[in-house]
């Protein structure tokens, strides 16, 4: 089996579309009252105010949808720009950091993975009234996060234990670049 078939049966296990209903009804929901990023140029997506991190079953998700290894440069050069490797805390939480995500096309709708594969944290964040990107007052649906976290909880849990097992992994969220970073490592090192 190649690395990449690997990965495909990974994500086919994992019903990567069904784990993110919840948030695709609310978005779709939104856009039926004409909330929408149509008008909006993609602030989530850059350091103004993207933190956002993944699990490695999302990492996996997205590192399956990548046909480019040159991306490894983009990863590392976006880890060194915004320091994402330099851990500020207070000794028992590490502060999130921002970062322009290395995949962001710059544009309108600029996000280049398909809605059933990308991070939780992406989803759920979205206008809350028509010219919200002007008011800036876009937000993450913390509930819905919840409710579609507590939904398959144990199946996620179930999944991110056995990846992190056999990919060696010692963490259990990380920003998108590191995370990354790490699966390609890991997947070089097990020569899968
Ligand atoms: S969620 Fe808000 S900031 Fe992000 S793309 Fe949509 S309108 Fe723009
Ligand atoms: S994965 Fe897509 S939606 Fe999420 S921050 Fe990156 S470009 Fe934006």
């Not at 805390?89 to 995949?103: A, V």
């Not at 010692?170 to 970073?181: N, T, V």
């Amino acid at each position: 089996m190649t690395f990449f078939e690997w990965v495909q049966g990974q994500i086919q296990e994992a019903r990567s579309y069904e784990r993110r209903s919840l948030l695709l009804t609310s978005m779709d929901e939104l856009e039926k009252a004409s909330i929408s990023c149509a008008q909006c140029g993609g602030t989530c997506c850059t350091f103004v105010a993207n933190s956002m991190q993944v699990t490695p079953l999302e990492a996996l998700e997205v590192w399956a949808q990548l046909n480019d290894l040159s991306i490894l440069e983009k990863l590392e050069n976006c880890v060194r720009f915004y320091r994402l490797d330099y851990e500020i805390g207070t000794g028992k939480t590490n502060m999130r950091k921002t970062y322009t995500c290395p995949f962001f096309l710059k544009q309108n709708l600029g996000c280049p993975f398909p809605f059933e594969y990308k991070p939780y944290g992406c989803l759920a964040f979205n206008p809350v009234e028509v010219d919200s990107f002007q008011k800036e007052n876009c937000c993450s649906n913390l509930t819905l996060l919840e409710k579609r976290e507590g939904q398959f909880k144990e199946f996620e849990n179930e999944m991110n234990d056995r990846l992190r097992q056999m990919l060696g992994l010692s963490w259990e969220k990380k920003d998108l670049p590191r995370a990354l970073i790490d699966v390609y490592n890991c997947f070089k090192r097990l020569a899968l």
